[in-house]
């Protein structure tokens, strides 16, 4: 099998045949060494397709650091610190979500009058 990306090349290859129904078991070994739970995501990049597992828990970590930072300021430390860093991490996605609604409703509303600063007026300059 010649693939062009070499990074791909030097990987331990495992070989499985696909259902009818497109399914692939996955080997144990590539299982337990991905540390895959109950979920994976798939991606795909040339025609590579990229298996990984879900980590609800990763975020972003630009996000990861604002959180961080305003947790050490706010003078949390040791196992209060990595609880409440969970805790808001965990309100991340929702807040996402809420913020995409929003500038999907601004985007439909909008009526010429730039509200940049009335949406992300609380945020803007940080």
């Known amino acids: 099998m010649a693939i062009a990306n070499e990074a ?3 990987m331990e290859w495992k070989r499985a045949r ?16 991905a540390g895959i ?3 994976v ?8 397709i990229i298996i990984r597992p879900v980590r609800e828990n990763a975020g972003n970590d630009y996000f990861g650091d604002l959180i961080l930072a305003d947790l050490l300021k706010e003078g949390y430390a040791g196992d209060e610190l990595l609880a409440k860093f969970r805790e808001r ?8 979500k809420n913020l995409i609604a929003e500038s999907g409703e601004a ?5 010429g ?3 940049t600063e ?6 803007m300059g940080d």
């Open 18 to 33: 696909v259902s009818q129904k497109r399914q692939v078991t996955i080997p144990q070994k590539l299982f337990e060494e």
């Open 41 to 48: 995501e798939f991606g795909i990049k040339g025609n590579n």
């Open 89 to 96: 991490q965990s309100e991340l996605h929702a807040s996402v």
């Open 118 to 123: 009335a949406l992300f007026g609380d945020v």
């Open 8 to 10: 791909v090349t030097r």
């Open 113 to 115: 009058v730039d509200e």
């Open 37 to 39: 739970k109950d979920e």
């Open 107 to 111: 985007a439909r509303n909008f009526n």
